[in-house]
Every structure is written in structure tokens, then in C-alpha cells.
């Protein structure tokens, strides 16, 4: 993997901090980003960031800036024009009439009508006829006389590539019109190696026509309103135990120098998250734009998508052999842990313990995060507190209802408490990710699917760990620490701590 620039931001780049972030401290401090963070600052940087708005003109606007994007505390703001040079890869396979309507979107985008656009065939039964496609759209063809994988195909386009920038586009996927000019403005960032798209779903009317399938319409509303692909509606940096921790490699914009050799062919899983990994501990920058759309063409059938969802659930063991405690399903710290632990197994005194385990970590966390010759935030520290073991919370309940629940299975046959525990956790998570859904989906439907497919997704990773021998992808680890670093316009660090 090639090394990013040492290049800073160039002057006009301009940086808005997230709607989510909070000024504390009369605006000598700013809470937010992902995991939850405060970060301290100085005079010199309070002094540059007056407003919600950045403006890189020098060396301390664009390291103060390059903070706040890092942080997940603030965003691009783009506005400036399109940066580089693009190419299309579309790698595909028995997929001619997919790849008509793709290419036909990319040529009617004004964005987009002439750029060159290269069409790897990864072993179609019907070569010709996806040749004839290409041709109609003015796009080059390169051919794997046998498949040899997503990937495979994705590097065949990528050596082609004679743009400094290349995205690689599914054929089962309709970029919206103006989706690469948002994308385009983030290159302007020379660290910046990888941004993607919001990957939303393709209505019915847009699909090609077919024969009619039992419960289709069920799996499609699903899909519409949460699908595996779609990784919000707010912007992000990209890094591995954050909100957004990957995207998915059906629509990706990436700076060719950066890739190196591109995605690791020997996995025909998960090499997009690999891709991404690799980067951000490369130290280049990956972002995810939601700004930008491109629709894709979900699974209608509920089978087919049931097994699309096991076969993403034996990549975590691959990603584990590659990257350990990146891919782990439970991140939690001890205090949070030992609280959740008495609360759910101590009874009615567990509770009280449980309450008395977070008044310390309070404490603990408000003298670190005590400014010198101030009394200790102690309303901030609790809140801190409250909302991390709430998000432990969650992810322990997604554990038990997804990663492990085998684990939650049998421990729930043998343990008439652990099956109450275990029933409630399934509810409470169907219900609190149906509510930001509920005019999209119903609550039954939306529950029964959820179920549906975190059983899939874990009968994958538990085959995928046994399959590999290797159970890192199941176990649990603890955040990693915050690195301090210096801010700009003054020699001691300011301290970033996380919740």
C-alpha cells in the first residue's frame, strides 16, 4: 500500500463542523465525532475556529482543519470544483441488460457522459453480449475468459486506468445524476484516498421486468428502509470502530496512485473493508459522502437474500486473519462491562453495584477531564459515562442477537432468566432500530426481518470462524486509547478523551 503525501490541505479547502457537534466550555471545547470525544482548544486554534466554518489559508488553518476532519468532528464543505482526472470500472458478469442501464446513466450525466469507462467481463457465459452493451456506450471491454472474482476484476480495470482517479461502479448499480461531482470536490484533499456514495435502493419501476416472486415486495421494503449497503444519512471519515467503520465496494471513487495493487483477489468477501483498512492504517484518509447517491438493485427474494447475508457473515474471519481486533463484533470498556454484567446477572443489589461501578468511573473520568485549577466536570463526565454504557448496551444486545447467537441459543435453553434476557434483548433491538423506520416499514415485518437476517449473518461468521479455525472474529476487545497529538498554534497537546 502506497504511503500518503505529507502535503497539507490546500488553501480554499474549507471544513464545517457536524450538526452533532457541541461547543462546551464557552467554546473552549468541542464534544462529538465518533467514538464520542472532547476535545481541548487552545487559544490559537479557539481563535481560528470562530464560527462553524473553516477556511484552510495557511499551515495552522489546515492542521486545525485536518484535526477536525479526523476527529469526525467536522466535514468538507464542497463547494470548490471538481479535482482530477476520472475513470468508470464497471466489473461485471451475465449481466447485460444491468450493465445497459448503468452505462446509459453514466452517459446521460453531464458529470459523466464522456469519461472514459472500462467494462471488465469476469467470465460471462454470453461474452458477446456484453460486448455489444459496451459498444452502444462507447466503453471498453476487458475480458476473464474464466471468473476469477470481484476483485480480480476491479484490478483489471484499475491497471487500465490512466486517470488519476477511478470509480468502481457495480452493474446492478444507477448513479444518480450529479453523483461524481461531490465525490470529485473531496479529492481536492491530497490524503484522501477512498470516498463513497450513499448506496440507496432501487425502486421496483426501475428493475427490469421478471416473473413474480413470493414475498418479494416484504424483502424489498426491508431493504428500502435499512439495508447492509446504506451506511446513513451523515457524512463520516471511514475508520475501523467508528460509526461508519467500512463501505461497500459496489460504488467507490478512489485515487488510483493510492490503491497500490488494489483489492486482495484471494477474497471474494469482504475485500472492500480489507481495501479500507489497509488505507486508514496506511494513514490515508477514506471518507463517506452522503450527498452523493447511487441506487442499487437490493435482492427481491428472500432467499437469495438470506444467503448474500451468511455469505457477508464469512468475511469477518477472513478480516480477522488480516487485521485481529479491527473486525471484533463486541468493543466495550471494563467499566461499562463489569455495570452491565451486575445489572443483568446481580438482581436488585447487581443494580445498586452496577450504579456505584459508574459514580467511580464518573469521578475518574471528570479529574481527567478537569482543566488545571477547576473543580472536575462532573455533570459532563456522568453524561459521558451514561451515553457509553448505553452504547455498550446496545452493542451487547446486537451481540447477543446477532454475532453470538448461538451462544445466546443454548445458554437460553438451559437458563429459563437467560431466555427472558435473551427474548427482551431481540425485542428491544427490532424496536429501536423500527422507530427512525416506522413510516417506511411496520413493525412485525420490520422485526421479522431483522431476526431473519441477523441469523443469516451470524450462521456465516460462525461458519466462516470454524471454516478458518480461528475465533478472533467472535471475541471482544476494549477501545483502543486516544493518541494525543499537537494542535496547531501551540507546543503542549491539547487532550481528546473519549466517552
Known amino acids: 500500500m502506497a504511503e500518503p503525501p505529507a502535503a497539507r490541505l490546500p488553501d480554499g479547502f474549507a471544513v464545517r463542523l457536524d450538526p452533532r457537534t457541541r461547543r462546551r466550555d464557552g467554546g473552549t471545547a468541542l464534544l462529538g465525532g465518533s467514538p464520542l470525544r472532547l476535545v481541548r482548544l487552545l487559544p490559537r486554534a479557539r481563535e481560528l475556529l470562530r464560527g462553524d466554518r473553516l477556511v484552510v489559508r495557511d499551515a495552522p488553518t489546515a492542521a486545525l482543519a485536518a484535526r477536525l476532519l479526523d476527529a469526525g468532528l467536522a466535514h468538507p464543505d464542497l463547494h470548490g470544483p471538481p479535482a482530477g482526472r476520472l475513470t468508470v470500472v464497471v466489473p461485471v458478469k451475465d449481466r447485460p441488460v444491468a450493465l445497459d442501464r448503468l452505462l446509459a446513466a453514466l452517459r446521460?450525466?453531464?458529470?459523466?457522459?464522456?469519461?472514459?469507462?472500462?467494462?471488465?467481463?469476469d467470465g460471462s457465459a454470453d461474452p458477446a453480449a456484453v460486448t455489444a452493451t459496451a459498444a452502444c456506450h462507447d466503453a471498453q471491454v476487458l475480458r476473464h475468459a474464466t471468473s476469477r472474482g470481484p476483485a480480480a476484476a476491479r484490478n483489471r480495470g484499475l491497471r487500465a486506468a490512466t486517470t488519476e482517479l477511478v470509480a468502481f461502479l457495480d452493474s446492478d448499480c444507477v448513479p444518480r445524476p450529479g453523483w461524481a461531482a461531490p465525490l470529485l470536490r473531496h479529492c481536492a484533499d491530497p490524503r484522501l484516498a477512498l470516498v463513497a456514495p450513499r448506496i440507496?435502493?432501487?425502486?421496483?419501476?426501475?428493475?427490469?421486468?421478471?416473473?413474480?416472486?413470493?414475498?418479494?415486495g416484504w424483502v424489498d421494503r426491508y431493504e428500502t428502509a435499512v439495508s447492509a449497503l446504506d451506511m446513513g444519512p451523515h457524512p463520516a471519515p471511514v475508520l475501523p470502530g467508528t460509526a461508519v467503520s467500512y463501505v461497500p465496494s459496489a460504488a467507490l471513487l478512489a485515487r488510483r496512485d493510492a490503491l497500490g495493487i488494489g483489492f486482495d483477489e484471494t477474497?471474494?468477501?469482504?475485500?472492500?473493508?480489507?481495501?479500507?483498512?489497509?488505507?486508514?492504517?496506511?494513514?490515508?484518509?477514506?471518507?463517506?459522502?452522503?450527498?452523493?447517491?447511487?441506487?442499487?438493485?437490493?435482492?427481491?427474494?428472500?432467499?437469495?437474500?438470506?444467503?448474500?447475508?451468511?455469505?457477508y457473515g464469512t468475511g469477518a474471519a477472513l478480516l480477522a486473519a488480516r487485521h485481529g481486533a479491527a473486525v471484533a463484533p463486541v468493543v466495550?470498556?471494563?467499566?461499562?462491562?463489569?455495570?452491565?454484567?451486575?445489572?443483568?446477572?446481580?438482581?436488585?443489589?447487581?443494580?445498586?453495584?452496577?450504579?456505584?461501578?459508574?459514580a467511580v468511573a464518573t469521578g475518574r473520568l471528570a479529574r481527567r477531564l478537569a482543566r488545571p485549577g477547576e473543580r472536575p466536570p462532573l455533570a459532563l463526565a456522568g453524561t459521558l459515562v451514561l451515553r457509553g454504557t448505553a452504547a455498550a448496551g446496545r452493542t451487547l444486545v446486537r451481540a447477543a442477537t446477532r454475532h453470538h447467537w448461538p451462544v445466546a441459543l443454548a445458554v437460553g435453553v438451559l437458563s429459563r432468566r437467560a431466555?427472558?434476557?435473551?427474548?427482551?434483548?431481540?425485542?428491544?433491538d427490532a424496536a429501536v432500530a423500527w422507530w427512525p423506520q416506522r413510516?417506511?416499514?411496520?413493525?412485525?415485518?420490520?422485526?421479522?426481518a431483522r431476526r431473519l437476517e441477523d441469523l443469516a449473518y451470524g450462521a456465516g461468521l460462525w461458519w466462516g470462524v470454524l471454516r478458518a479455525r480461528d475465533p478472533r472474529a467472535l471475541l471482544p476487545t476494549r477501545p483502543s486509547p486516544v493518541q494525543r497529538a499537537a494542535p496547531p498554534g501551540g507546543k503542549r497537546p491539547d487532550r481528546p478523551r473519549r466517552g
Do not use: N, Q
Open 108 to 121: 446521460a450525466d453531464p458529470a459523466t457522459a464522456a469519461v472514459p469507462v472500462v467494462v471488465v467481463d
Open 200 to 216: 440507496t435502493a432501487l425502486p421496483r419501476p426501475e428493475r427490469p421486468s421478471g416473473p413474480h416472486r413470493p414475498f418479494a
Open 267 to 311: 477474497m471474494r468477501v469482504a475485500e472492500d473493508v480489507d481495501l479500507v483498512w489497509r488505507l486508514t492504517a496506511a494513514g490515508w484518509r477514506v471518507r463517506y459522502e452522503p450527498v452523493a447517491a447511487v441506487a442499487h438493485e437490493h435482492p427481491s427474494e428472500t432467499a437469495e437474500w438470506l444467503r448474500r447475508r451468511a455469505f
Open 332 to 358: 466495550l470498556s471494563p467499566w461499562s462491562a463489569l455495570a452491565w454484567v451486575l445489572a443483568l446477572t446481580g438482581g436488585r443489589p447487581g443494580r445498586g453495584a452496577a450504579a456505584g461501578v459508574l
Open 419 to 428: 431466555r427472558r434476557w435473551v427474548a427482551a434483548a431481540a425485542v428491544a
Open 439 to 448: 413510516r417506511r416499514v411496520g413493525p412485525l415485518r420490520f422485526a421479522a
